[in-house]
Every structure is written in C-alpha cells, then in structure tokens.
C-alpha cells in the first residue's frame, strides 16, 4: 500500500514504527490476540495460520515482502483473525496501532490505500476458498498456489522463479491434500517439466500448461 505514497507521507511514514529483524519461527502476532500492532514485510516471507478447537492447523497465505499484516484487526480495534510466524529470518517494519491511525488520519492518500489493501485481503480470501471448494483434482489445487506464489515473486518478469520455505506438509495444507500427493504430484510436475526444483528455490517452466490444471 506504500508503493504510490507521496513524498511527504513517505518521510512522515519513515519516522513511525521500528525495524526489527526476526529470526525463522518468530511469532509476530497470535489469533485471538487484541489488534496493536501492524507489520510491513521488508525482506523474508510470513506464514498466516488459524487452528481449530481440535488442534487442526489451516494455512491461509505466505505473506510476501510489501504485504501490511495485522491491517484488518487494528483499523477495526478487534482481534488478529490469524497467527503470524516467520518462515525465514524476515525483516519488518512494527507500527504500533496508535501511530499507524494517526498516520492514516493526516494522510488521506494513505487511507485510500489502506482501504485498498483491505480490499486486496477479501480478494485473496475469496479466491483460496474458490480454490478449495471448485478445483477438482489435487493437481489443479497445487497448480493455483504455486501460480500465485510465482505471480507475486516475479513482478511482471517473465521468470517466475521463488523461494519455496514451506514443507510438503504445509504445501498440503494449502492445497486441501495430503503430504504424500504433494510429493507425487510435483514429481509428476518436474517429470512433464512444468516446474524445476533446485534445493529450495522453484522455476514454474509452462505457466500455461499449470494454468490450465488450475482451471
């Protein structure tokens, strides 16, 4: 939401919050905790999670650098909805809620942006449940996470090329499958050299192709 400010609220943005470097596993926010915090990614990638009664563990998005959490829960003083935790050492930019309203409150551009970005929120809601409940096949559901995550990484290059810090089993989870389909299914997808896997980082080689298993 940062991208477009002005250079005046970007100085007055710059004097708000503190940069903190977090190491893998850090827990920024937890469910149900009051909203005081927002959290701007400057480097390293986020896990956002929610857990059942049961203990059941639900994945809902990598947050990326640029992504604002916490947005939701401190502009409607309720509860963060999800668990934030670092996949990587991650570098954040944490702005305490009392900051981040004031600064909404002086800049109307920024709160225009804000509102945007909420809106952005209830996008990517909409289309992982869209996923889930429509896509057919594992493979089609596996093929629309790693479309969105190679999307995202490659900033309209044409290389669609990404770190992948999750397991087989939080891949899984994303995709509403188990571990084991996972791993047999992007086997499959390296064998028809649609994706190439070295070490952690993954080239999505025939986005089409994926596309098309995701449709």
């Known amino acids: 939401m940062f991208c477009n400010l002005s250079s005046e609220e970007l100085e007055d943005f710059n004097k708000i919050g503190m940069q903190m470097r977090l ?4 827990v920024l926010f937890q469910e149900d905790e009051p ?6 990614i ?3 990638q986020v896990k956002l999670s929610c857990t059942s009664r049961e203990g059941k563990t639900l994945i809902l998005k990598i947050a990326v650098p640029g992504d604002l959490l916490g947005l939701g829960a401190v502009i409607s003083g309720s509860r963060y909805e999800a668990t934030a935790e670092t996949l990587e050492p991650t570098l954040i930019k944490n702005i305490r809620k009392d900051e981040f309203l004031a600064f909404l409150e002086r800049h109307g551009q920024a709160s225009m942006h804000a509102a945007k970005s909420l809106s952005e929120e209830y996008k990517s809601v909409f289309f992982d449940a869209r996923r889930l409940a429509l896509s057919p096949t594992a ?5 629309s996470v790693l479309l969105d995550w190679g999307r995202t990484a490659c900033c309209g290059q ?7 810090a999750l397991t087989h089993e939080d891949l899984a989870n994303l995709a509403g499958t188990s571990r084991e389909t996972v791993t047999r299914t992007l086997g499959k997808f390296q064998r028809d050299k649609l994706i190439r896997i ?3 980082s993954l080239t999505i080689l025939d986005p089409d192709k994926l596309s098309l298993l995701a449709s």
């Open 139 to 143: 493979a089609g559901r596996l093929a």
């Open 42 to 44: 400057c480097d390293g």
């Open 158 to 164: 044409p290389e669609m090329r990404f770190t992948m």
């Open 35 to 40: 909203g005081q915090n927002v959290a701007v």
């Open 23 to 26: 190491p893998k596993g850090a």
């Open 198 to 200: 070295h070490g952690s």
